[in-house]
């Protein structure tokens, strides 16, 4: 069937996410929802919207929608999302799907209990190239340890310096580079390795309330991953995976869109990766469509649990570094 979609969240990442649809037939853009009639009515004439609302209630009891997308700040996910499910309406979620463990652990609860898709919109986990490094991690023989780098200089880090505090850095919308940057290194890994058996976190706060940069590390019986997040620096450093053969080498952390494999004993070099389509959150539409069409309630790589099991390690490093939101009340 198309699905037909509604919006919560007129920004930047929303704008390539509908990019990332443009292809599919799976989906019908049906509706927009924004605070003000103006910016709701301006982001449906720019989409071909038809239907436009200022009310999360309205939106949730539309009878044009079957699902909706939700990219607003992550303080509003629990809530938004929520109310959706328990209207029966399918919910993909942007990352990281909620403030804390106990938002997502309620959420869980109602997609079940309504018979309805929830998932979080972790575009790394479905690119085709994960799933080729998780189909060879065997290559690897006993992994002994990794590190997951990703850093990305904010575009809004020059305001803040400037005493202008936008989202991005503001506490109260459970932002900062680990709930934005660091999750795109746990989560992976969480779906790789599962539970840590313990982990230790730091982080450089700023005087707003929230992180700028940091890193954890995941301890495992056998391995150990280091995890590298910044929103106040660039990095080109590659990420690795490393075994007793062989590591995998890991280009661009954040959409693996390169992964090669170094034969320890061979001296072999062999590139593994194949050509992705260039709008990396592609994959993730597809796999949110189908979860939908084949009326499976949880995806695979997606699943509840590795996305509860991601927001516990956030509350831990959290909890480590001191970096407590509104919303943890």
Known sequence: MTIRLGIIGTNVITDRFLDAISSLTDYQLAAVYSRTSDRANDFAHSHGIEHTYTSLEELALSPHIDAVYIASPTSFHAEQSELMLKHGKHVLVEKPAASNYKEWESM?????????????????TQLPNFSILKDNLDKLGPIRSGFANYCQYSSRYDAYKNGEILNAFDPTYSNGSLMDI?????????????????????????????????????????????????????????????????????????????????DRISKNVSTLSEQQHENPMYYEAIEFAKLINERTLESVNNSHKNTALTLQVLDEARRQIGLVFPSDQ
Request: glycine share 10%; hydrophobic share 40%.
């Open 108 to 124: 869980s609860e109602i997609a079940h209990s309504n018979n309805v898709v929830l998932m979080e919109a972790m575009k790394t």
């Open 182 to 262: 660091g999750v795109y290194g746990i989560y992976p890994i969480i779906a790789l390795f599962g539970r840590p058996d313990e982990v230790k976190a730091q982080g450089h706060m700023l005087k707003s309330g929230v992180d700028g940069a940091g890193s954890l590390l995941l301890k495992y019986a056998e391995s150990q991953i280091i995890i590298n997040h910044s929103k106040i620096t660039d990095s080109t450093l590659p990420s690795e995976i490393q075994g007793e053969f062989g590591s995998f080498v890991i280009e661009n952390w954040n959409d693996f869109n390169s992964l090669s494999f170094n």
